[in-house]
C-alpha cells in the first residue's frame, strides 16, 4: 500500500536549520507531486510548498521562499525538507503528503505520520 | 491572499446530520476538498473536487461546493466522527487550508 514515512523528532536552537525527510513506498515516487504541511500547536494545517520528483521543479509558499528548500533523492524515494533560520514559531509537526500534480483540481493523499520539530533555546 | 473561513466548533448529536461550511470568495468555481484529523493523528483525505469520496470513506460524508460555500455533510453521524475537519482549495497555484472546525458528537 502508498506510505509516506517520516524521520524522527528534532529539537533546534533559534538560528538553527533543520531538514526533514519522507520515504515513500507502495507507487512509483516520480509520477507523484510531494507536498510539505505544518501544524503548530493547538492550531491549523498551513501549506509550506511542493516538489516535483520527476523534475526537482519547486514552489514554496511566499511565506517560506528563501527560508524553506525542498530536495528529492529518487535513488531511495525519499525528498527532504530543510527549513533554516529557525525561529519559535516554527515549532510545528511537519507532515509530508503525496499529490498527483499542484494544480486546482489535485488533492493531498495520503499523508506522512508527522515529524514534530521543536525549537526552543 | 485568499483565506477559507470555517466555523471553530459544530455540535451534532449521534445519528443526526452535520453540516461543516467553508466560506471563501467565488469559492465555488475552485475544487474544495476536505480532511479529517483526529487526535494525535494525521489528516485523512474524506472528500475531494467538490463531492469524490476516496475508497474506504463511509458513504454518510458528501460534500458540496456553490457560489462563495463549501459544505461537507455527515449524515447519521457517529460517535468516531468526532474530529477537526478541514477544507482546502487552490489559488494561484497555491494550497489554502480553512482553520479547521471541531466536529463533537454529544
Known amino acids: 500500500q502508498v506510505q509516506l514515512v517520516q524521520s524522527g523528532a528534532e529539537v533546534k536552537k533559534p538560528g538553527a536549520s533543520v531538514k526533514v525527510s519522507c520515504k515513500a513506498s507502495g507507487y512509483t515516487f516520480a509520477g507523484y507531486y510531494m507536498h510539505w504541511v505544518r501544524q503548530a500547536p493547538g492550531q491549523g494545517l498551513e501549506w509550506l510548498g511542493w516538489i516535483n520528483p520527476k523534475s526537482g521543479g519547486t514552489k514554496y509558499a511566499q511565506k517560506f521562499q528563501g527560508r524553506a528548500t525542498m530536495t528529492t533523492d529518487t535513488s531511495i524515494s525519499t525528498v527532504y525538507m530543510e527549513l533554516s533560520s529557525l525561529r519559535s514559531d516554527d515549532t510545528a509537526v511537519y507532515y509530508c503528503a503525496r499529490s498527483i500534480e499542484a494544480a486546482g483540481n489535485d488533492w493531498f493523499d495520503p499523508w506522512g505520520q508527522g515529524t514534530l520539530v521543536t525549537v526552543s533555546s | 491572499s485568499y483565506e477559507l473561513t470555517q466555523p471553530p466548533s459544530v455540535s451534532v448529536s449521534p445519528g443526526q446530520t452535520a453540516s461543516i461550511t467553508c466560506f471563501g470568495d467565488k469559492l465555488g468555481d475552485k475544487y474544495a476538498c476536505w480532511y479529517r484529523q483526529k487526535p494525535g493523528q494525521s489528516p485523512v483525505l474524506v472528500i475531494y473536487?467538490?463531492?469524490k469520496r476516496p475508497s474506504g470513506i463511509p458513504e454518510r460524508f458528501s460534500g458540496s461546493n456553490s457560489g462563495n460555500t463549501a459544505t461537507l455533510t455527515i449524515s447519521g453521524t457517529q460517535a468516531m466522527d468526532e474530529a477537526d475537519y478541514y477544507c482546502q482549495a487552490w489559488d494561484s497555484s497555491t494550497a489554502v487550508f480553512g482553520g479547521g472546525t471541531k466536529l463533537t458528537v454529544l
Open positions: 473536487q467538490d463531492n
